[in-house]
């Protein structure tokens, strides 16, 4: 008796443990089972409040896709500063579909991440360290935190990196007059999802420190959907027929910020990234860097 | 036993891939009293794995598979004995000479023997080696890859830098564990010291910290899938489960420095190991390896040793943070080549 | 010379076809005089709605011209006239300095490509580098016929600075000395490295250029979308308060409701009168290239007040505590309205600023000061005279201040 | 107290009047471009950077000796042709322009665009939306 006893124990616990997993780390189900969490509304609306300070917890800015722990660009320099945690992808099946004249380009970006020229200011090198616009989905997973402020019929985000920052009218859609780095943001709900549809981009922008990039005709089509009071489920759906062969979809939680004294905060970096920028020029001049 | 849990099991865990041979010499199950509120055997605790067994039968044993009683008892006496007379002995200078590591007499020549903790009794098994598969008690051979790797003039040339004998040109000519790395690999054999591992457990992980680096490896047991092998790490990936009262750990997704102390080299990426816990008595973990690498050996190994429980509590391992020894390798090897450079003017 | 600017200014000049004046009671002592119509309701959660774009710019001097005296407002006749002068120009475009003094100044400088050859047409530049289509936005500004944007002073006139503050402004001069117009990216002001456009409050009054904000509102926040590349998030709850270490650039605003009005108060600024080289740009004005402006100090609180008095209308208070750097608080006003463009249904949000990601200006701008170097440093020396006039008269004003304060206490 | 305002040029319909006062550059003129080096440059358009506070058109220049050079031609900000709907479509690469200004002050091939036509003289953005269009006075057709 024993023994049949105590292996269906074990047998319950395991069984438990696999259920709470299942419940735990099944992130899609609570999109896809349908209205598992019911958000509280912005009043006036029938639509969920997603109002808030938020921020992704993924490695995503150093490599949208899988990556081991690596050394940065100038280890003798910065020790760990720089260096790239390790990170799984949050790309759906970890392969991005590029075409195999873009995969090059891809590779050259990486090469080329931390090169200055001052005769291809926004065209070489990854616009992160210029402190330039990160464009979308970037902008959702920089490391730094996001402030999305949820009219009736607007809504605003404001990312924190670079003050970059897009508006989103409800409804009706407009077309981009002409290009801009965080593209034309245009939003709508599908039920408790707040759907943007973001056209007119620049084709400037990157999608991560490993060089994967896009052009000007790229279109996201993104996904934001309350998952508890301090979870929303962020998905995007990537398409450029000039750089990929396929759609192809990333997705991660993004996280309230519950600090008490949470709140937007300035990162205006341009000052920061002059020396960075402009160094050379000024390299063996006879008054040049007053820092 | 247990045909049900396994039946469970089965339905939740990916099949594992090496055979488990050591399944049949699981000698009794857990009692009760060491088993966790939840059911699962206890492995908490902290637990030590030296011994004075070393890793392959020396050559000299020729198909002695085990010692006898006396003989047993007899190493473990000279031990104890050499211990009490190195302690005892006056202070002495050593002399340079090729090799500093250790003197004639087999005594530590680097440091008072006193620092050290190779334990004081062989295997109960009486086995000659810790290496139970090859039958011969040594590893298997070298595929030819592996063999041009361990034998190239550069891995010659590496092995005179870590010896000593040729100054360091960079930190990345030296051991991992001088460079406070990795140090013990997986699976995690005894050395001269620190063989200490602190497991705790929940109903869905078993977290193992080694001493050595202050390495944690936390194993999912909820039947998740390994992560991608795009992504690959000093310690591998690891996932377990329980087979019977046996907790199987199953790591891959090694990256291309995998070691494992004791053995010679450098592993490949292909490095796959399945580790087994098991604890029938209260003082002991029966801790069994299966080590498959084809990309440097020609079979798969198997081994065996026993984990004692020890008296807590762990110190903290703080070795890259004063790692003096790495500045001085560094500082000795410059001034090593000024003076030839000086003596050749 | 000056026959030259006027040319200038009468190429790009266009004929005003019709103009005819309208006067608008606002805030009428009789409720209901206003012809734009009521406030609209709160928004559905209950705070006064100030949201949709409005557009900020303003004719309005923030000084009182003397010729006011101590006249609050001026009449329809006097606004055609200063019309008729051309003295009517949108406050915070940098064509103020122009008028002033870069054009004459430019001109001059033109002068040596024009001895070559008088058929070139370099002397048509100041103030007018571009096409005109650039600068035609489909709206005009509506005119007050206040005299000033200072309200208080009651005379209309900027506080006199302080003795620190005319210390340390003679002290970044001093570090100056010697520098060059490009020496480095820091002998350029904070607009032209994309920093920081005229600061705040000055940016929340429109320029020909990007005339527009956008404000939206949720519960428990007031944004208010800048048309120079960021949003001002501003927090209705208490809060605990900013750490007195973080400095902002566009410092830390929390705002709360006093009847139909949101106050903004806002610190936390970032001490910008400490940098070596005097940085240019600033907050009460234009975005200078030339003059000094003082800075804010570490106790610099700046008080804000919209108030919707009626559809179309946002009255503009702020009101700036300076004790580093001024005398005593200012105060001004100014109107935002309704942008008829885009409540027209023409345009549906502000457009990005991407200053700094495509500034190729910079690099001319250092390049240029290395081709001729010593052109470089003639024009900073030039600009450090004009700066050293504006000293001289501080210090009179402060002197002046201080003598006054005496003999009235 | 009474608070009075005025609305200038408010009527029927939009009527659109340009600024009295010229635009001018976000940067210092004079640091960035050689007053004493005005040049002119008849280029095709490759493509435009619409970008406030300075738009940017990239035109190729061909050559006496039939090569082309390409030059980068700094106009204003976009904002006031956007917000009376201009758009990107415009302007198109392949087109012919015309450009008056000044060649930068280290002597690369950019320069401001004092004044930029298309090739026959026609205002870039002129009469291409409905709402009318500034003059400048420069165009004696104009009036």
Known sequence: ?291 | MSHRCLTVMGAVFAVVVLAPTFAAAQPTETPASLRTPWGHPDLQGIWNNSTLTRLQRPEELGDKEFLTEEEAAGVEQETIARNELLSNRPAERTTAADQLDSRADGTPGFYNNLWLDRGTTVVATRRTSLIVDPPNGRLPSLTPEAHTRVTSAEADRIEDVRRGRLPATSWEELDLSDRCIWYRGIPSLPTGYNNNYHIVQTPDHVAILQEHIHDVRVIPLDGRAHIAPTIRQYAGDSRGHWEGDTLVVETTGFNNRAIIRGVDGNLSEALHVVERFTRNEADLIDYEFTVVDPKTWTSAWQGSLPMTRTEGPMFEYACHEGNYGLYNILAGSRAEEKAAGGAGK | MRHRVLAASGILAVLVTVMWLVSVPLVGQTPGAATAGSPPPPTPWGDPDLQGMWETRTYTPLERPSEFGEREFMTTEEAAERERLGLRRVVTDDDDDIADNLVEQDVNRYARAFAEDDGRPGFKIAGAEYNAFWSADPTVPKVSLRTSQIIDPPDGQMPALTRDALTTWEAREEARRGRSQGDDWEDRGLSERCISRNGLPGEMLGSTQNPIKEIVQTPGYVSIVMPYGYVRVIRLDEGPPLGSAIRQWNGDSRGHWEGQTLVVETRNFKNTVNNVVPAHGGPFGGSRHVHYYPGTGEMFRLTERFTRIDRDTIEYQYTIDDPDVFVRPWTTVNYFFLDTWATEGNQDRLFEYACHEHNYGMVNAIRGAQADRQWALDEAAREAGIREAELRDKWEETKAWEASNRSGR | MRIQLVVLGAGVGLLLVAALVPVSAHHAFAAEFDAANPIQLTGTVVKMEWVNPHSWIHIDVTQPDGSQERWMIEGGPPTALLRRGITKDDLLAGAEVFVEGFRAKDGSQKANGRDVTFADGTKLFLGSSGTGAPRDGRDATER
């Open chain 1, 1 to 291: 008796m024993g023994n049949w006893f105590r292996a269906s124990v074990a047998g319950t616990a395991v069984t438990a443990a696999a259920v709470v997993a299942i419940i735990f780390l099944g992130g899609e189900p609570a999109v896809s089972q349908g209205p598992a969490y019911q958000a509280p509304r912005l009043p006036g609306t029938s639509n969920p409040n997603l109002t808030g300070l938020w921020q992704a917890f993924v490695t995503a800015n150093w490599d949208i896709q899988d990556h081991a722990a690596d050394a940065g660009p100038f280890p003798r320099l910065l020790g760990v500063w720089g260096a790239r945690p390790a990170g799984q992808g949050v790309v759906e099946g970890n392969e991005i579909p590029y075409r195999p004249e873009a995969l090059a380009r891809k590779e050259e970006n990486f090469r080329n991440r931390l090169t200055v020229d001052p005769d291809n200011v926004n065209t070489v090198g990854d616009p992160e360290a210029k402190c330039f616009m990160p464009g979308v989905p970037r902008a959702t997973y920089m490391p730094f935190p996001f402030q999305i402020i949820q009219s009736t019929e607007k809504i605003v985000i404001a990312y924190q990196f670079a003050n970059a920052n897009r508006t989103i009218p409800i409804g009706e859609a407009t077309n981009a007059p002409v290009d801009f780095w965080m593209g034309w943001s245009n939003g709508h709900w599908d039920g408790d999802t707040l759907v943007v549809d973001v056209t007119g981009f620049n084709g400037l922008a990157w999608f991560d420190r490993a060089g994967n990039y896009h052009s000007d005709a790229l279109h996201v089509v993104e996904r934001y959907t309350p998952m508890s009071p301090d979870h929303l489920m962020y998905e995007a759906t990537i398409e450029d027929p000039t750089v990929f062969t396929r759609p192809w979809k990333i997705s991660m939680p993004l996280y309230r910020r519950i600090e008490e004294n949470a709140q937007f905060l300035e990162f205006k970096c341009v000052d920061l990234a002059e020396e960075y920028l402009y160094g050379d020029l000024v390299e063996g001049s006879s008054q040049g860097g007053a820092r």
